[in-house]
């Protein structure tokens, strides 16, 4: 069985700040792949970054960027220059392979607020 | 971009009715999902479907049913709705594992 765990439920950050969410996983898969999605109150989800397992280099998509520690599983989302337009909820989740190929399995999820 | 359409952004229903919640994606993704969301347990499976005809229950498929007639439309079914189905329900469909899922708005469904 897979799993993903976010511990932190909410979390805020002024303007122009950097945030670091957390994120923890498990897997018996050698070969997966690691998201975080944002739903803003329009609740429309979308995906902000992505990781694959065998790659070690750390994804960066402008000012999202992740850090990504396989052997502790841990794949934390930073935000750097936070914006109003990045208050949302987050969920990291994990598409691992074998019998649960396909499945995208979610954390619980993390609120943030980005305050002026 | 792929559109993932579903059919109703808010739904009231009474318990004991058959619900149903429609779902068309616009490319032609063999893939595709229903999810509920609820607070503090994020999304879970409810059942997928690589093919037309094809289902394959989730992780929570009790008290849900699923209907794929066409590669492009994807349907979850409440045959008796309770009210411990009042949730967020969402649709996505995928293209491969690399590029993860793409969703629709939601429907958020409410059982009285």
């Known amino acids: 069985a897979q799993t993903v765990t976010q511990s932190q439920p909410e979390m805020s950050v002024q303007e122009a700040e950097t945030v670091t969410l957390s994120c923890t996983y498990d897997?018996?898969?050698?070969?997966?792949?690691l998201f975080w999605y944002k739903q803003p109150p329009s609740r429309q989800m979308i995906l902000v970054i992505r990781q694959e397992a065998y790659k070690q280099q750390n994804a960066t998509e402008n000012r999202f960027s992740v850090n990504f520690q396989k052997a502790a599983k841990s794949f934390s989302l930073k935000i750097s220059d936070s914006q109003l337009g990045d208050t949302a909820m987050y969920f990291c989740?994990?598409?691992?392979?074998?019998?649960?190929?396909?499945?995208?399995?979610f954390g619980q999820g993390t609120i943030l607020t980005v305050h002026p | 971009d792929v559109k993932v359409t579903q059919s109703s952004r808010y739904l009231v229903k009474r318990t004991g009715e058959k619900v149903f919640l429609e779902c068309v994606q616009d490319m032609d993704h063999e893939n595709m999902f229903w999810y509920r969301q609820d607070p503090g347990l994020g999304l879970r499976l409810i059942y997928f479907s690589y093919d037309v005809k094809m289902k394959e229950k989730g992780d929570i498929p009790e008290g849900y049913s699923v209907s794929r007639e066409k590669k492009e439309r994807f349907s979850l079914i409440l045959e008796s709705a309770s009210t411990n189905q009042t949730s967020m329900y969402l649709c996505?469909?995928?293209?491969?594992?690399?590029?993860?899922?793409?969703f629709g708005s939601g429907t958020r469904l409410t059982v009285v």
């Open positions: 989740a994990l598409n691992a392979g074998g019998t649960s190929y396909g499945k995208l399995t």
């Open positions: 996505a469909t995928r293209r491969d594992r690399v590029h993860g899922y793409t």
């Open positions: 897997t018996s898969e050698s070969n997966y792949y």
